[in-house]
């Protein structure tokens, strides 16, 4: 038996037990609240075991790996009506091997802000947050529709130093129109400058500004899902823009959340295009396209997903290749967003670079 085969087994068998353990109790939030419950905390986690199977940059083998996606422990929770705050932790790709033989065990504080409230017409956020540059953007990666993120979704975070597409910053946000119209405006870091762009701190802000029309029901969290697997009807119309200096992003997208009789239908469609100019030169002007688009079987908790990716540069050369990826796969949705098991296979393909294909099984755990 090849080493190929005997690796998925041991995954396929270990995640198999993993769901049967964890899916047999009905797990309870880890929350302490005072008397009248207008102080809470709370504790949660996310963990999303993983395999890959990839084939190497010039496709002539295998890269395999089993460790941790994500490995994040959640912190949340409110003072009064109106401030709350939210605290979280990375260590991602926990595990993974690097190109030197060694392991990646990064662990970082990824979100940290807290936010005051006079109702869901405006809200306030200061701290470090997620960027709200597109729905993908800004989906918890704990309610995700395909196995993660597209592939292009976080374009701008190293150029404009942030991490992993967040951003120390404020921004003020809110339901309008009888919750029919979505705003987020912020002021952000962005990139601050250096010695040799005239001193660090001597950038402009970064601002970002959002708007999304609901015509039915609302997402009225700070973070997205990826799909509520037919427990809300959402469409949303969604358009950004985020700028400073030279470099500005605009884009826009769609989400598509539709409940059926046997469980539910949903579809996102991104595109950005972002172009850095003379302020961040390593980010030329491109055109990002996302869509994803799956259907639940509430009966079985399955449900198949697609997800397909593109990036394309203004002036295409050997440089900035055309990239396209194709994913299928499927989801078991064991306990929809709190307990699941994905598989997918996709295909890479860049201009002037071999196609490779890469296989993933991923677990996740989930409380919150």
């Known amino acids: 038996m090849s080493s190929r085969r005997m690796a998925w087994r041991v995954v396929v068998v270990a995640a198999g037990l993993l769901v049967g353990i964890f899916s047999s109790p009905a797990l309870a939030q880890w929350q302490v609240a005072n008397a009248d419950g207008t102080q809470t905390l709370k504790l949660g986690v996310l963990l999303q075991p993983q395999a890959e199977l990839i084939d190497t940059a010039d496709a002539e083998d295998t890269s395999q790996n089993l460790f941790l996606r994500r490995a994040r422990i959640l912190l949340g929770g409110t003072y009064s009506e109106r401030w709350s705050f939210f605290l979280e932790t990375d260590s991602p790709n926990l595990g993974k091997g690097r190109s030197d033989g060694t392991k990646t065990n990064d662990f970082f504080i990824q979100d940290v802000f807290v936010t005051y409230s006079t109702g869901d017409a405006f809200k306030i956020d200061a701290g470090m947050m997620l960027m709200p540059l597109s729905h993908n953007h800004e989906t918890s990666a704990a309610a995700l529709l395909p196995v993660d993120y597209g592939p292009f979704t976080f374009l701008a975070s190293d150029p404009t130093t942030s991490k992993v597409g967040r951003d120390y910053g404020i921004e003020a946000r809110g339901y309008v129109f009888d919750k029919h119209l979505e705003y987020r405006v912020g002021a952000f870091q962005g990139f601050r400058g250096s010695d040799a762009t005239g001193g660090a701190g001597s950038e402009p802000f970064r601002m970002t500004a959002r708007a999304v029309w609901y015509p039915f029901e609302a997402e009225t969290g700070y973070f997205y899902t990826g799909t509520s697997h037919g427990a809300k009807k959402i469409l949303a119309l969604g358009a950004t823009y985020d700028v400073q200096s030279d470099y500005s992003t ?23 295009r972002l172009d850095g100019e003379d302020f961040l030169t390593s980010l030329p002007e491109q055109d990002t396209w996302l869509i994803e688009a799956a259907y639940y079987c509430k009966k079985h908790r399955l449900g198949p997903f697609v997800q397909l990716a593109s990036r394309s540069f203004a002036l295409e050369d050997a440089s900035h290749p055309e990239e396209e990826r194709m994913q299928g796969g499927l989801a078991w949705w064991v306990s929809a967003h709190k307990i699941n098991l994905k598989a997918a296979w996709t295909r890479l393909t860049k201009d002037g670079a071999p196609d490779r294909d890469q296989a993933l099984l991923q677990m996740q755990v989930f409380w919150y």
């Open 250 to 272: 605009i884009a826009a997208d769609l989400f598509y959340d539709q409940p059926l009789a046997g469980g539910a239908l949903t579809f996102q469609a991104d595109w950005a």
